[in-house]
């Protein structure tokens, strides 16, 4: 049995947190950009 | 307003899944507690498959119907298919190192998913490259086509070519805990998937609208008409 | 039906008299096959025995990089004062112009492995045989159906020429795989089991995606 190993289960899950909420962060800031183009564009 | 709600209890069930995969699993009675890795892991990969596949049947629809909507899916599902794709390999790495002693191997998944990374990522650079939405929508559905027939192609010949392979560990030799705690994690995302796919579908939407309007000519002022 | 070969007939002679009267491609690109040979031997290694081992590897390599230089060529001429448009008013069909420039892409990769293999034989002092051939042929049959239709892709796009390895190489990592394979089973003398199920693979390779990009073509070459 593999003892301890904590380190690697937090790295995993710290990794998927960044990485799902910087996509988000992403696509939050598409939307600001879109709707600064929308309101250039009118 | 109503995308906002979701998403707060989209999060909250994902880190409900995550406490369930973190304290109320048992520890592995090989692994121990490394093994824990495997519910965020597990899910990922699943997911990435799943987004992939979706996209291939967004460019498949996309040459047989060409609605832009199918083009939509398959741009939006790609690109979250990658992200996910992207986070399944150094997740496997952070897996591989604790109980295989490595950070890499050859192995034929491993492979794959890295050839299939680049893949996708190709695809949506080349995206960026077509100016005109119907050619660009064309080219990367064909593209999108052999992409998808090419994945288990180079699974086989990787496989083949290290002829060695793990067998997949099957839910019935787990703790009735630990499947629950895989599945919990595994819709947990699929729920966040979805919805990033569906926010970025709505987005692609609003930018050719944007587009269509930029590219027509300024309207007229009254009177100068003839 | 008559007419669609008659078309990837003229492409091609079309293609094969322009390469004819001006041969700096095919005698850049084989020189450039010559010089890869020699930057991988400085590169590894000048142990004979090492070479002999690796040499199927690096012929492949070779193969791949030296067709990769003549397969961004491949539509330039069309991509030209609107050529390209010309042929389709013309009322060619797309796939005849596919099937014509895939068919000009096999006769130069052929011509670069008849240059290449000689050559290969003298400096990592390998033995040839006839059983080599099928490997040969069917793997560069895979390179240059994948080739032609990834060259029309980024033929098509203003910029962009640098995609082309980019999203070539990946595609072409089984046929990579399993035609090293093939070769070292076969200059190994090693002429049972594992040869047959890695000649099966190539033919499989061919055949999806010969009939994939035949079907996708219209999409990459119509405007």
Redesign the interface.
């Known amino acids: 049995?593999?003892?301890?190993?904590?380190e690697?289960?937090w790295?995993?899950?710290g990794?998927?947190w960044f990485?799902?909420t910087s996509?988000?962060f992403s696509?939050w800031q598409?939307?600001r950009r879109?709707s600064k183009?929308?309101k250039n564009?009118r | 307003m109503k995308s906002k709600v979701i998403l707060i209890f989209l999060i909250l069930f994902f880190a409900f899944a995550q406490y369930w995969g973190l304290v109320r699993a048992p520890a592995d009675r090989m692994m121990g507690d490394v093994y824990r890795i495997l519910f965020v892991h597990v899910p990922a990969a699943w997911n990435a498959l799943l987004l992939l596949t979706v996209s291939f049947v967004g460019c498949l629809l996309y040459l047989l119907r060409r609605k832009e909507f199918w083009d939509r899916l398959a741009h939006s599902s790609m690109e979250i298919g990658l992200v996910l794709t992207g986070l399944v390999l150094p997740l496997g790495s952070l897996w591989a190192k604790p109980t295989w002693g490595v950070w890499w191997t050859w192995d034929p998944r491993l492979t794959t998913t890295m050839i299939l990374f680049i893949l996708y990522a190709g695809v949506l650079i080349l995206r960026q490259l077509i100016d005109d939405p119907v050619r660009r929508a064309k080219i990367s559905s064909a593209v999108g086509l052999l992409i998808y027939l090419n994945v288990p192609i180079v699974y086989l010949s990787v496989r083949w070519w290290r002829s060695l392979h793990q067998l997949q560990s099957s839910p019935s030799t787990m703790d009735p805990q630990m499947v629950l705690a895989l599945r919990l994690n595994a819709f947990a995302l699929l729920g966040l998937a979805v919805f990033f796919l569906v926010q970025r579908m709505r987005l692609l939407k609003r930018e050719a609208l944007i587009e269509e309007k930029e590219s027509l000519p300024p309207p007229l002022p009254r009177g100068a008409q003839s | 039906m008559t007419l669609f070969f008659q078309q990837t007939v003229a492409i091609l002679s079309k293609d094969f008299l322009m390469e004819y009267r001006d041969r700096s491609r095919l005698l850049s690109t084989l020189l450039f096959g010559l010089l890869l040979l020699l930057l991988f031997s400085f590169a590894l290694s000048v142990d004979p025995a090492l070479m002999r081992k690796m040499a199927p590897g690096l012929f492949w390599l070779t193969l791949f990089f030296a067709s990769t230089l003549s397969l961004e060529h491949s539509f330039q001429k069309e991509r030209e004062e609107g050529r390209w448009e010309g042929l389709l008013i013309l009322g060619i069909d797309p796939r005849a112009l596919f099937l014509g420039k895939l068919l000009g892409n096999l006769l130069f990769i052929s011509l670069l492995q008849l240059f290449l293999l000689p050559l290969m034989a003298v400096l990592y002092d390998i033995q040839l045989s006839w059983t080599l051939g099928t490997v040969l042929v069917l793997g560069s049959l895979g390179l240059s159906t994948l080739g032609t239709f990834y060259s029309a892709l980024t033929a098509s796009l203003r910029e962009g020429q640098f995609l082309l390895p980019l999203l070539l190489y990946p595609m072409l990592v089984p046929l990579l795989l399993a035609s090293v394979k093939v070769t070292e089973l076969v200059l190994a003398r090693d002429l049972f089991g594992q040869q047959v199920a890695w000649l099966k693979l190539l033919i499989v390779f061919d055949i999806i995606f010969l009939l994939g990009s035949l079907l996708t073509a219209e999409f990459l070459i119509d405007r």
């Open positions: 049995m593999i003892h301890g190993g904590w690697f289960v790295g995993a899950y990794l998927t990485v799902l996509y988000g696509l598409r939307h879109l183009r929308e564009s």
